[in-house]
């Protein structure tokens, strides 16, 4: 239950800093917006890591490099939420972010990137994705 309690949690500041970040855009520019929220977000991490004394970042050399820059992807995804926000608006970017994810998640799990078993979809899960497509085309006409 825990697990589902973050991922609200997760969809719902998600949300909130694509917003935050789309008004900051309008007025700095995308890529000053990236810079503001990725540079506040480490600063934010980096406080709670301090106060809560924990000192796991030291085993970052166990960590492979790609893996280590992986944080270099939200820059893109600052901008790219920024410019969807402008062009969309709120429900269809944050719809087709949400999609977007379930069909890469789909796609790496499906080809066994993650270590487990490829996945093997259903009907019901084809219908699913449909069904989610639709509502982004509902939203956007």
Known sequence: MRGI???I???VFLTLQSTAN???GEHLGSWQAAV???GTGFAA???IVWLTGDRSWKKLKQVKLPFRLGGALAAFIIFSNIAAFHHNGAAVTVSAILIAQIL???GMEKAGWFGNASLR???PQWI???LMITGILCLSF
Do not use: E, N, V
């Open 22 to 24: 789309a008004a900051i």
């Open 45 to 47: 991490a980096m406080l």
């Open 5 to 7: 309690i973050y991922a």
């Open 9 to 11: 949690l997760g969809g």
């Open 121 to 123: 979809l259903r009907a």
């Open 104 to 106: 890469a998640t789909l």
């Open 36 to 38: 503001l929220t990725q």
């Open 128 to 130: 699913g994705i449909a």
